[in-house]
């Protein structure tokens, strides 16, 4: 752990839209000697640890990477158990995140799942939607190049059922297919584990954010990281390719 810095967060600046590649579950187990399961459980608990410090926080907008479109590569075994666990956790979870007025959204194609992990994800969707305290987005099978092709392709339809020109696709108008295109650009993105990768994560919606790798594993990430990202977010001075 870095030296604890005390510097204090000022809420009049906090990022409109916070993301986090939540990386590390494997290792985690792994060094203590557990099976790879034990990590992904240990990691919905660091989930839930993270949505308290972002609601103590004041953030409006947070969105968590749980499964990506190259996750499928996994073990059988391994998949199965960890949407087994979505499950579980949104089923614990749904009447605690439903009384902090939190939004639940997601990312990505999720036709692919399994049949009881969406009707579990539709029902925490629904019961949800009038929520306006924080949006919180998943991403299930997702990926940012899938994201984009989905976008341009729907574009591409439009303009062949001449419902649109093609001069008349700006980056607003493509942004308006992305799958949440109601939530600003992301302002500050997080990854977990050390590693310092982008892993095909909100490619489109990064464009212009603060990017803070942090060396804890996801399991261990607490609302302590949660502050130590924020503050580095604060302390940067953002150019947004303008002058110094």
């Not at 341009?152 to 493509?174: G, K, N, V, W, Y």
């Not at 297919?177 to 892993?199: A, C, F, K």
Request: hydrophobic share 40%; proline share 4%.
């Amino acid at each position: 752990m870095p030296e604890q810095n005390n510097a204090a967060i000022d809420p009049r600046h906090l990022p409109r839209h916070v993301a986090i590649i939540m990386d590390g579950n494997g290792r985690w187990a792994e060094q203590r000697g557990l099976p790879r399961t034990k990590g992904h459980e240990a990691g919905a608990d660091a989930v839930r640890e993270t949505l308290k410090a972002a609601r103590e926080l004041g953030l409006k907008v947070l969105s968590l990477y749980a499964f990506s479109t190259e996750n499928w590569r996994r073990s059988r075994a391994e998949v199965n158990a960890l949407f087994r666990l979505m499950s579980h956790h949104i089923r614990r979870e749904l009447d605690e995140i439903a009384k902090h007025g939190i939004r639940v959204r997601i990312m990505g194609d999720i036709e692919r799942l399994p049949e009881q992990a969406r009707k579990d994800l539709q029902t925490c969707i629904d019961r949800t939607a009038r929520n306006t305290e924080m949006d919180v987005c998943v991403g299930l099978n997702y990926g940012g190049r899938a994201e984009i092709v989905r976008a341009a392709r729907r574009l591409a339809s439009q303009c062949a059922a001449r419902a649109m020109r093609s001069e008349e696709i700006t980056e607003d108008r493509f942004a308006r297919e992305l799958y949440v295109p109601e939530h600003p650009e992301v302002d500050l993105l997080i990854r977990t584990s050390g590693e310092q990768r982008i892993s095909n994560f909100m490619l489109w919606q990064i464009s212009y954010a603060e990017i803070v790798f942090l060396p804890v594993l996801w399991p261990d990430f607490n609302g302590h990281w949660m502050r130590e990202a924020i503050r580095e977010f604060q302390s940067r001075r953002r150019r947004f390719g303008g002058r110094p």
